[in-house]
């Protein structure tokens, strides 16, 4: 190879690098994507009868969390319904009571364990961060490579007769507690 | 005295607009093109267009990597202090053209314009465009100058749309932050670089900025780190005063900085700098037309270490370099090191220690006369501040927590200052946290209090203000200014989408600077005393998913009084009529369609007594466009309900001010990956 061509070839690879760079890594803000996650969850799961009712039953997805994760929960839920239920987003705080909800969003904070374990046994699908998988959670969040992952406790959702589509448990790290 | 934004209590940034940003947007292009070749491009395509995350799937979510992964958040209204936060978004949002017209937004901070560059900017009184009661720090670095305590606002700028938020805490914060932080403090936080990775361009023109350009570029270097630059230049139009006359003001600015970060396993690594040079159009002493001249660099480097000793450790170093002169009034040139050394720990299972040390060295060279008629004896000066504080944050109960704390300070002015603080913070119910301060702080003596003085040239000097001469007004024996402060205040959450901030205020003020009139252009001493009350309420109200409001009132009150010696009888007249006593504002963003967003400023801002300037009420509207995801245009009106006013600055038969004239301005922002 001479080396105009080695030049130009170097050149091209540099420009190809360069033009490469931008598609690698897709980024977003962190509240934003689990806001999304939460959204494709409430798709996956089936809650007992008693809890919907009806064909318009609302299902209430109630959130103790940092407030631009509660912002992005209600940008991304308002106007959507699954199926014949409409979506309603809620923020709660410790203490509240969230007999009503049917997802309760746990944000990182000292007391989840407190409000995880006051949704036992009502139906509820939790949803948490906690730095390791808890007996009253059903989904628990971790991030892995900057990308974010999650785990299903399958004792726990067995437990809120939670029904959970087999593509949810194909993604998630499934423990059972 | 520069710390790092770790050591202010934590707390969430707050309401964060539910308007899916550009960088949204700009990510699902990014993810559209990265997801491309292997899933359902017409979902990805979709979901860009319309901005809306959940028409993602699952396993595409799962491909997304996260900007940022914050470790540890606590609940929006546990802050044991006055405190209140603008977002990046809402800075952008209400189309603030600087740091001066962003903090015009956050209750209880007061901004006049007093000329078409310069501002006053107070927090709980004492307002003036040389205020010296206030902490400002960007990223942790303390930006006031120790020649007169305070910030020259028309040099100190960032690109806006790097900023992430600015936390304005008032009242007293100097058991943290140290000395001049006696009545509040402004922390100006930038993005880390591996939020801004892209490019983005923005421009504007408009009647009273006459044109602006800046943008930045931002990428990742390695697996863990990244960088970005940017740089803008402006244009600011000359105003004109009470009788349409020009009011020589008016400025160029430019800058370029940077800012990189890594994030490691256990480390954390910040490097920024920034230089920038502008030219202001100002009178020599004699009323002759000039320019003066700014201009000024920056290098931070900061280190966080976790799991270290049970905690973390953060050191920060960084050194400044400015250099300001006005031809024939004053010139300075500053150099100024920075290091302070913290480490924050859980002790037990009661406390949280924070605890540290920091060193600041700052040296200046002045101009001195017959060149300059305002200069400082002596003209060169090296002044060093060393400090070490200390602060527990007991958890008493599960809902109370009290929070002891100190700093001890050594200048070389007035020696040994300590200045200590207690709070506690009370959940009384999941919707209600009341909290309560006592702190004592202290200003310091600088350059100005000590060393100014006036020249005046001969052989008539400038007749009649004074004859020939030079004329020290400063006190090298002058102490520090003290204020004990007890504060409180209440947060509720009144219903789902409502809640209200109540913050009340007593300060006691002695020992404040006086000028007595025994000599000719006067003495300074400390022979003023005093007190100041107030409040601050704060209502936010998310009326719709997309329209919320937030209304504002704060009432001041401040009463100073000359010690039984004191031959001033100007001075404290002027501190109780700096500031309004009523000020109201309300503040709405709306976005009535997915692509347009609409947002209003009202303010009213009660009459000056000290400077004859009437109460005004102004309106601030901005409609903004989004035809396509990384693309906005924007109509913004400024200060649309007069012709114009004055804001701030006498207006005698030998000072005229400026005042504000009504502007509009167009802007167009640009964002690709």
């Given amino acids: 190879m001479n080396p105009r061509t080695l030049l130009r070839n170097g050149l091209l690879v540099l420009l190809l690098a360069g033009a490469a760079m931008p598609l690698r890594a897709a980024e977003l803000p962190e509240y934003k994507l689990k806001a999304a996650f939460v959204f494709n969850f409430v798709r996956f799961t089936s809650w007992p009868p008693e809890r919907l009712p009806d064909d318009g039953s609302t299902i209430e997805i109630c959130a103790a969390a940092e407030t631009e994760f509660v912002n992005a929960l209600r940008e991304a839920v308002t106007g959507k319904s699954i199926g014949t239920h409409p979506l309603r987003v809620r923020e709660v705080a410790p203490g509240d009571d969230t007999g009503s909800c049917h997802v309760v969003y746990v944000g990182n904070r000292s007391d989840a364990g407190r409000i995880l374990a006051a949704t036992a046994g009502r139906g509820i699908l939790t949803v948490h961060n906690g730095d390791s998988a808890s007996r009253d959670g059903v989904v628990r969040f971790f991030i892995d490579d900057r990308r974010i992952r999650f785990e299903i406790n399958a004792g726990a959702a067995t437990r809120e007769s939670l029904q959970l589509s087999s593509k949810l448990l194909s993604l998630a790290n499934v423990v059972s507690l | 005295?520069?710390?790092?934004?770790?050591?202010?209590?934590?707390?969430?940034?707050?309401?964060?607009?539910?308007?899916?940003?550009?960088?949204?947007?700009?990510?699902?292009?990014?993810?559209?093109?990265?997801?491309?070749?292997?899933?359902?491009?017409?979902?990805?395509?979709?979901?860009?267009?319309?901005?809306?995350?959940?028409?993602?799937?699952?396993?595409?979510?799962?491909?997304?990597?996260?900007?940022?992964?914050?470790?540890?958040?606590?609940?929006?209204?546990?802050?044991?202090?006055?405190?209140?936060?603008?977002?990046?978004?809402?800075?952008?949002?209400?189309?603030?053209?600087?740091?001066?017209?962003?903090?015009?937004?956050?209750?209880?901070?007061?901004?006049?314009?007093?000329?078409?560059?310069?501002?006053?900017?107070?927090?709980?009184?004492?307002?003036?465009?040389?205020?010296?009661?206030?902490?400002?720090?960007?990223?942790?670095?303390?930006?006031?100058?120790?020649?007169?305590?305070?910030?020259?606002?028309?040099?100190?700028?960032?690109?806006?749309?790097?900023?992430?938020?600015?936390?304005?805490?008032?009242?007293?914060?100097?058991?943290?932050?140290?000395?001049?932080?006696?009545?509040?403090?402004?922390?100006?936080?930038?993005?880390?670089?591996?939020?801004?990775?892209?490019?983005?361009?923005?421009?504007?023109?408009?009647?009273?900025?006459?044109?602006?350009?800046?943008?930045?570029?931002?990428?990742?270097?390695?697996?863990?780190?990244?960088?970005?630059?940017?740089?803008?230049?402006?244009?600011?139009?000359?105003?004109?005063?009470?009788?349409?006359?020009?009011?020589?003001?008016?400025?160029?600015?430019?800058?370029?900085?940077?800012?990189?970060?890594?994030?490691?396993?256990?480390?954390?690594?910040?490097?920024?700098?920034?230089?920038?040079?502008?030219?202001?159009?100002?009178?020599?002493?004699?009323?002759?037309?000039?320019?003066?001249?700014?201009?000024?660099?920056?290098?931070?480097a900061?280190?966080?270490?976790?799991?270290?000793?049970?905690?973390?450790?953060?050191?920060?170093?960084?050194?400044?370099?400015?250099?300001?002169?006005?031809?024939?009034?004053?010139?300075?040139?500053?150099?100024?090191?920075?290091?302070?050394?913290?480490?924050?720990?859980?002790?037990?299972?009661?406390?949280?220690?924070?605890?540290?040390?920091?060193?600041?060295?700052?040296?200046?060279?002045?101009?001195?006369?017959?060149?300059?008629?305002?200069?400082?004896?002596?003209?060169?000066?090296?002044?060093?501040?060393?400090?070490?504080?200390?602060?527990?944050?007991?958890?008493?109960?599960?809902?109370?927590?009290?929070?002891?704390?100190?700093?001890?300070?050594?200048?070389?002015f007035t020696g040994?200052?300590?200045?200590?603080?207690?709070?506690?913070?009370?959940?009384?119910?999941?919707?209600?946290?009341?909290?309560?301060?006592?702190?004592?702080?202290?200003?310091?003596?600088?350059?100005?209090?000590?060393?100014?003085?006036?020249?005046?040239?001969?052989?008539?000097?400038?007749?009649?203000?004074?004859?020939?001469?030079?004329?020290?007004?400063?006190?090298?024996?002058?102490?520090?200014?003290?204020?004990?402060?007890?504060?409180?205040?209440?947060?509720?959450?009144?219903?789902?989408?409502?809640?209200?901030?109540?913050?009340?205020?007593?300060?006691?003020y002695t020992e404040l600077r006086s000028t007595e009139t025994d000599r000719p252009f006067g003495r300074f001493a400390n022979e003023l005393d005093g007190h100041g009350y107030g409040s601050e309420l704060i209502f936010n109200w998310q009326l719709l998913d997309t329209l919320r409001l937030q209304a504002s009132y704060a009432f001041l009150e401040l009463d100073i009084d000359a010690s039984g010696r004191s031959t001033d009888t100007t001075t404290p007249a002027t501190w109780e009529g700096s500031d309004p006593h009523h000020r109201a504002r309300l503040r709405a963003t709306w976005q009535p369609l997915p692509a347009w967003s609409l947002d209003g400023f009202l303010r009213y801002v009660g009459r000056l007594d000290a400077y004859d300037v009437p109460a005004y009420t102004e309106l601030n509207l901005r409609a903004a466009w989004r035809p396509r995801p990384e693309l906005e245009f924007a109509l913004a009106g400024s200060d649309l309900l007069d012709d114009r006013h004055p804001e701030f600055g006498r207006n005698t038969a030998t000072s005229f001010r400026s005042e504000v004239e009504r502007a509009v301005r167009l802007t167009v922002g640009w964002e690709w990956r």
């Fill in chain 2, 302 to 412: 900061n280190w966080t270490r976790n799991d270290i000793a049970g905690g973390r450790l953060s050191t920060q170093m960084s050194y400044a370099h400015s250099d300001r002169r006005q031809p024939t009034v004053f010139a300075e040139v500053r150099d100024t090191l920075d290091i302070d050394v913290q480490h924050d720990r859980v002790w037990g299972e009661r406390h949280h220690l924070t605890y540290g040390l920091s060193y600041r060295d700052s040296q200046d060279r002045t101009g001195a006369f017959p060149d300059y008629v305002i200069f400082f004896a002596p003209a060169e000066r090296r002044l060093q501040t060393y400090g070490v504080f200390a602060q527990d944050q007991i958890a008493l109960a599960e809902a109370l927590t009290l929070t002891l704390g100190s700093k001890f300070e050594y200048n070389d």
């Fill in chain 2, 1 to 300: 005295m520069n710390q790092t934004e770790d050591r202010r209590p934590r707390h969430p940034r707050r309401h964060r607009t539910s308007v899916l940003s550009a960088t949204l947007a700009l990510g699902l292009t990014a993810a559209a093109q990265a997801a491309a070749a292997g899933t359902e491009l017409a979902a990805l395509e979709q979901a860009a267009v319309s901005q809306d995350l959940t028409l993602l799937s699952l396993e595409d979510l799962m491909r997304i990597e996260v900007t940022s992964v914050s470790k540890r958040s606590e609940p929006l209204m546990d802050a044991a202090a006055a405190i209140s936060v603008l977002t990046g978004e809402e800075i952008r949002r209400a189309g603030a053209r600087n740091l001066a017209e962003a903090l015009r937004l956050i209750p209880g901070v007061n901004v006049a314009a007093s000329s078409a560059q310069s501002y006053a900017i107070g927090i709980r009184g004492f307002n003036s465009t040389s205020s010296d009661k206030l902490e400002v720090l960007v990223d942790g670095r303390s930006v006031y100058t120790p020649l007169f305590s305070g910030v020259f606002w028309d040099a100190l700028d960032t690109y806006l749309p790097d900023i992430d938020r600015i936390e304005v805490i008032r009242g007293p914060g100097a058991a943290l932050w140290g000395a001049n932080a006696v009545n509040g403090v402004i922390n100006i936080v930038t993005k880390p670089a591996d939020e801004t990775l892209g490019t983005r361009l923005d421009a504007a023109a408009g009647t009273q900025e006459l044109g602006y350009i800046g943008g930045r570029s931002g990428s990742r270097v390695g697996e863990r780190g990244a960088l970005r630059l940017y740089g803008q230049a402006r244009e600011i139009d000359r105003s004109e005063r009470a009788d349409g006359s020009d009011a020589q003001d008016g400025m160029r600015f430019r800058q370029f900085g940077f800012r990189g970060d890594y994030k490691g396993e256990r480390d954390g690594l910040t490097l920024s700098g920034d230089f920038h040079d502008g030219s202001i159009r100002s009178v020599t002493i004699q009323q002759q037309p000039a320019t003066s001249d700014l201009l000024g660099a920056h290098l931070l």
């Fill in chain 2, 416 to 508: 040994f200052e300590f200045q200590p603080n207690v709070r506690a913070g009370w959940r009384l119910s999941p919707r209600l946290f009341t909290w309560a301060a006592i702190s004592r702080a202290v200003r310091t003596p600088n350059r100005l209090d000590s060393d100014i003085a006036i020249y005046c040239p001969p052989p008539d000097g400038f007749p009649p203000v004074c004859g020939p001469g030079a004329f020290r007004i400063g006190n090298p024996d002058l102490e520090s200014e003290k204020v004990h402060s007890l504060d409180w205040g209440l947060r509720a959450g009144l219903s789902e989408h409502m809640t209200v901030d109540l913050a009340l205020f007593y300060n006691r």
